[in-house]
């Protein structure tokens, strides 16, 4: 059973264009991290979310976390080829922060 | 922001020999170390657990005598992959964190081939 829901798996888009990334689960998070990974590297951190109904902004990236702490978006606008990479999601189960629940991730392509 | 280290980041072994891979958290004592495996534009499967000085916990399907982890400091973790066969080929990540709960800072990853 996957904990995170993570969609859509594989975009491949123009540049300029806006996407969205969803992580869904029944299960509530007490926070939430959005990594970004290049090939052949290790995943950086993005965001950290950890109130209900937050939102972050990092430059064209727009991070919300759900009213209920059980999803969350990673919204781009104008996307840029540079943005291309692996958007993994993931979570600490509430009552159990012993380890990271992941997403299955999201391969981003964007076109020149 | 905290930077994790890996050594060595490639590394080719023939199979049936063992080979070692370091993390080393640079600037932050990590009590905790997880090592992590992951497969082409997948997301990454956590093998085990570490904390400075005490054995490993290692997640269900992950042999422990084939994957051997030592947390000998708080500032170095080493996966030594016994026996290496090709389906052991593989990316493998490891991240430090100061403690349970707390973020984690991932290294680089190193990539074994195993032929």
């Known amino acids: 059973t996957q904990l995170l829901e993570q969609s859509p798996q594989f975009l491949s888009i123009q540049e300029g264009e806006n996407l969205t990334v969803y992580c869904n689960s029944s299960?509530?998070?007490?926070?939430l991290q959005w990594y970004r990974q290049e090939p052949g590297e290790g995943p950086v951190l993005l965001v950290t979310?950890?109130?209900g109904g937050e939102v972050k902004k990092l430059k064209r990236l727009t991070f919300q976390f759900g009213d209920a702490r059980k999803d969350s978006s990673l919204h781009i606008t104008a996307a840029q080829p540079g943005d291309t990479g692996l958007y993994l999601c993931a979570g600490f189960n509430a009552g159990n922060n012993r380890k990271l629940i992941w997403g299955l991730g999201t391969s981003l392509a964007v076109n020149p | 922001g905290a930077v994790v280290s890996q050594h060595p980041s490639r590394v080719i072994c023939k199979s049936g020999t063992s080979v070692k891979i370091e993390c080393r958290s640079l600037?932050?004592?990590?009590?905790?170390m997880f090592w992590y495996r992951q497969f082409p534009k997948q997301s990454l499967m956590l093998m085990a657990t570490?904390?400075?000085?005490?054995?490993?916990?290692?997640e269900q399907g992950v042999e422990k005598d084939k994957f051997l982890i030592n947390h000998a400091s708080l500032t170095l973790s080493t996966l030594t992959v016994t026996s290496a066969h090709p389906e052991d080929s593989s990316f493998y990540i490891c991240?430090?964190?100061?403690?349970?709960?707390?973020?984690?800072?991932f290294g680089p990853g190193t990539r074994l081939t195993v032929t």
């Open positions: 299960s509530v998070f007490s926070s």
């Open positions: 991240s430090a964190s100061r403690g349970v709960g707390y973020e984690q800072y």
């Open positions: 979310v950890v109130t």
């Open positions: 600037d932050f004592q990590a009590t905790t």
């Open positions: 570490s904390n400075e000085g005490s054995k490993a916990t290692y």
